[in-house]
């Protein structure tokens, strides 16, 4: 089965890259391979490439920047999405797409489930939930799997931040308040070819939209202090930080983040035997990779 993965160069588009079976042939395309929010290039490049399933893991995912670059969050993250949702139909292409928690408001008392109604409070949400909803509309077979806080050894994420931050400080102030489930690159590029093998063998999936993140949920100040720990035990850092906790109004942010960013991940277990991963786990293998760079 010939994949085309676009977005190929990002935190899970190189580890779908770097996991992809042998019993598929990928293709992998990044921004400067292909434009996807020019209609005609993606329009092209389908005939060209003849895919039998796209996994769009390109987006635009600069959270802050997005507030006052709304023009291109929205061109790639819901024109682009339209764009290859035409093109995928007309070609009777499916296609898995990745979205986030920062479609939900953040206001929930317990984890997001697929059937809540999405609010988002950021530009970033906003255009995400638009490129959903396109996606939705105008190509009948797709997967739309929300993630959160993704983090791995390659792009800019919280866990490369936060090893940066430990080695050049002994004290650092995370916000408490806010909680979600940190999710590898490497689980979710897991999961897409879990779901991907299933298509070529069955030539069919339960289309819509699923949640996928780590368990357990934590905050970014729990989550930064199991960086460090993990980090002094491997040597990345000579000793961890001390990491104060802070609200959200302790460090105001040019975007709105949701204080609840936890996902009901309980459909794609049922639905497709797809458990949650235990993200300090993750974690150890990441560590472990940039250990070896």
């Not at 580890?15 to 990928?26: C, D, H, I, K, N």
């Not at 490049?45 to 969050?73: F, G, H, Q, W």
């Not at 009777?92 to 928690?101: A, R, W």
């Not at 953040?106 to 906003?126: C, I, L, M, Q």
Request: hydrophobic share 40%; charged share 25%.
């Amino acid at each position: 089965m010939r994949v085309l993965i676009t977005g190929a160069k990002g935190q899970v588009g190189s580890e779908l890259l770097r996991q992809s079976p042998a019993v598929f042939e990928t293709t992998g395309m990044g921004s400067a391979d292909l434009d996807i929010s020019n209609a005609d290039e993606v329009a092209r490049m389908l005939e060209r490439l003849r895919p039998e399933l796209i996994i769009n893991a390109a987006a635009y995912t600069a959270v802050d920047k997005a507030e006052s670059d709304s023009d291109r969050a929205y061109a790639v993250n819901q024109e682009a999405v339209l764009y290859l949702a035409q093109a995928a139909e007309k070609a009777e292409i499916p296609i898995f797409h990745l979205s986030t928690d920062y479609v939900f408001p953040g206001t929930s008392r317990g984890p997001y489930s697929e059937s809540d109604s999405p609010a988002p409070k950021s530009v970033y949400g906003a255009s995400k939930l638009a490129g959903e909803r396109v996606l939705a509309e105008h190509c009948s077979r797709h997967m739309i799997l929300r993630t959160s806080w993704v983090f791995g050894a390659s792009g800019n994420n919280f866990v490369k931040t936060m090893l940066r931050l430990g080695r050049e400080r002994d004290e650092l102030s995370v916000v408490a308040d806010q909680r979600g489930g940190p999710t590898s690159a490497r689980s979710i590029a897991e999961a897409l070819w879990r779901l991907a093998r299933h298509y070529a063998e069955n030539a069919s999936l339960p289309w819509g939209i699923y949640h996928f993140s780590g368990a357990p949920a934590c905050s970014w100040n729990e989550f930064a202090v199991e960086v460090f720990a993990q980090a002094t035990q491997e040597g990345l850092l000579t000793a961890p930080p001390r990491v104060a906790p802070i609200t959200t109004e302790q460090y105001p942010t040019t975007a709105k983040r949701p204080a609840n960013s936890e996902l009901d991940c309980s459909k794609i277990k049922l639905a497709l035997g797809i458990s949650q991963p235990d993200w300090r786990v993750e974690l150890r293998s990441v560590l472990k990779e940039l250990k070896t760079d």
